[in-house]
């Protein structure tokens, strides 16, 4: 490498080391220029639009940015379409254009000399201001002639943005009765012709206030927001409008009044009369506004729904799982059930294991009663035979619990009531049938009750005179000792009487068998199954 050549190395060094370093920090990087190439507002961003101006038609619009959103300054004052709004900056920020028209050519032969349509956006620190010239159709494509203030270009560019600007202000307009956010409301007041209905959200959940005090169906009220929210305004009829009586909004009919978090007063959408057009539509207004339109009938009528599709339907808040303890007091009788491990233990009359799955059949029911009916004013409870009930009490692995009262049946319609509420209930039959069951119905139907793990061993002895027998060997193993020395077959089963389980079929056959058990006495033979009892007459010796 020669002197020249080395010189030449250096002073191309000396420039591009300098540019590599400087010139990307003055440079937008490959993807965002390749994303930003044709673009006319490359910097303009639709989240920072502040302001929007659009004059068309001899007619100006004017939206602004607020703290509730995008409202409508001119030519009247409303909450503006979220959508349309941002629609069209959106479209703004996203403009390319496809191509640039030559210089020197009149701006009249594209209609740019006096543009009847004019758009400006501004994002707080800068503006932007497009005028709009004539269209062009060519063969599958619109385009539209656009020149920007500021600069001596004219592009042409995709006319569908003429659609985004509507047809007037009243497309800018919002179409919902009321800006509701369901996060954040927390109290709701319906008045209609049956009267008011209050509704408060608590900490556990939606509940009426009144006309009775009871919890309110969650989803219910769930689904009442999404029709606030997704109500819909047909017609606008008037603006600043000073006499409502034409519409039947002096004394409105009926009404809706949301409270968010932070207000003091609810936002309250009234319904007027039937509109004198359309039957089916009803003027309505938002209390404190000049404007009226109208709203579907079926939208009023699902906005002030009869009391009784808001009320908790669910008898029962809790799942099968949550249930720990259980309580049945029918007159002087009074069983006790409470929950060990995956069984269920009865300890009142008597400490013994109970019919776990009869335990489990009242869970179900309880846990998916479904309330069929209220009466809130039963007056006497002899009526409903509740005067001496039977008491169902429930508590929850969480310290919760309720007591149902069960009556009388009528029509498979058992009357109820939980204790501490005035409402008397209207059940299914099938949950009080199965609470009155008897003490049989609910102790073990197992024919022996001691743990596996203390049974040392087990003789069987069949009609035929065949017997067998197996002892214990350790706390895992039994061995059999007749009819043939060796290992036993006792299978898996580590619950109470389990090491009957697998010889269920054999012992039908049996006619004496005997078990060797620390704690075995003559009380075990009570505890045979009558039905085990009359096809096998076993006989029970105790060791």
């Not at 603006?239 to 207000?263: I, K, N, R």
């Not at 079926?298 to 799982?321: F, G, M, N, Y």
């Not at 008491?391 to 498979?412: C, K, M, P, W």
Request: glycine share 6%.
């Amino acid at each position: 490498m020669n002197f020249k050549t080395t010189l030449i190395l250096l002073v191309l060094l000396a420039v591009v080391v300098p540019a590599a370093i400087i010139l990307p920090k003055h440079l937008l990087p490959t993807d965002d220029a390749k994303a930003m190439r044709g673009r006319l507002f490359p910097h303009f961003k639709t989240d920072y639009a502040t302001r929007l101006e659009l004059e068309r038609g001899g007619q100006r619009i004017v939206c602004a940015k607020s703290e509730d959103g995008w409202q409508i300054v001119e030519p009247l004052v409303d909450r503006a379409d979220e959508m349309r709004v941002r629609g069209l900056l959106s479209a703004v920020e996203f403009m390319r254009y496809r191509a640039v028209v030559r210089p020197g050519v009149e701006p009249a032969q594209f209609g740019l000399d006096s543009p009847e349509t004019k758009l400006t956006v501004s994002d707080g620190t800068r503006s932007h201001t497009i005028y709009f010239g004539n269209t062009l159709d060519t063969a599958g494509s619109s385009n539209l002639y656009v020149s920007v203030r500021g600069d001596d270009n004219i592009y042409c560019i995709d006319a569908e943005i003429l659609k985004d600007m509507g047809r007037g202000a009243t497309d800018f307009r919002s179409r919902s009765p009321l800006n509701v956010y369901s996060h954040r409301v927390n109290r709701l007041e319906m008045t209609g012709s049956t009267g008011t209905i209050t509704l408060s959200r608590k900490s556990a959940g939606w509940r009426i206030e009144s006309p009775v005090d009871d919890k309110a169906g969650d989803e219910q009220v769930r689904q009442l927001m999404y029709r606030l929210i997704d109500a819909e305004k047909q017609d606008f009829v008037a603006d600043g409008v000073t006499d409502f009586t034409p519409y039947g909004l002096h004394e409105p009919e009926a009404s809706v009044g949301v409270w968010s978090d932070g207000d003091e007063q609810p936002a309250k959408l009234q319904f007027g009369a039937a509109s004198e057009d359309d039957p089916n539509l009803v003027y309505a207004n938002v209390a404190g506004e000049d404007s009226v339109f109208t709203l579907p009938r079926q939208t009023v009528r699902k906005l002030t729904p009869p009391l009784i599709t808001l009320r908790e339907r669910r008898l029962a808040s809790i799942s099968e799982d949550d249930i720990t303890e259980m309580r049945i007091e029918r007159g002087a009788t009074i069983l006790q059930f409470k929950k060990e491990g995956f069984d269920w233990l009865m300890t009142q009359p008597k400490q013994i294991a109970a019919n776990t799955p009869a335990i489990g059949g009242l869970k179900k029911l309880l846990v998916n009663a479904v309330i069929q009916d209220w009466i809130d004013e039963p007056g006497d409870p002899t009526l409903y035979d509740l005067d001496e009930p039977t008491r169902l009490s429930v508590t929850a692995g969480d310290g919760d619990s309720f007591e149902l009262q069960l009556g009388g049946i009528e029509d498979n319609i058992c009357y109820a009531r939980v204790a501490g509420r005035p409402a008397v209930l209207k059940l299914s039959a099938e949950l009080a049938e199965s609470a009155v069951a008897d003490y049989l119905a609910f102790r073990t139907h197992r024919m022996l009750e001691f743990p596996r793990s203390k049974a040392n061993s087990l003789h069987i002895a069949f009609k035929n005179g065949f017997t067998a027998s197996a002892e214990r060997v350790d706390p895992v193993t039994f061995r059999s000792i007749e009819p043939v020395a060796g290992p036993a077959e006792m299978g898996t089963s580590t619950t109470s009487s389990g090491i009957f389980h697998h010889t269920t079929p054999k012992l039908s056959s049996a006619n004496r068998w005997m078990i060797s058990h620390p704690t075995a006495s003559t009380s075990l033979k009570s505890r045979l199954r009558s039905n085990w009892a009359k096809a096998a007459k076993p006989r029970l010796t105790p060791s």
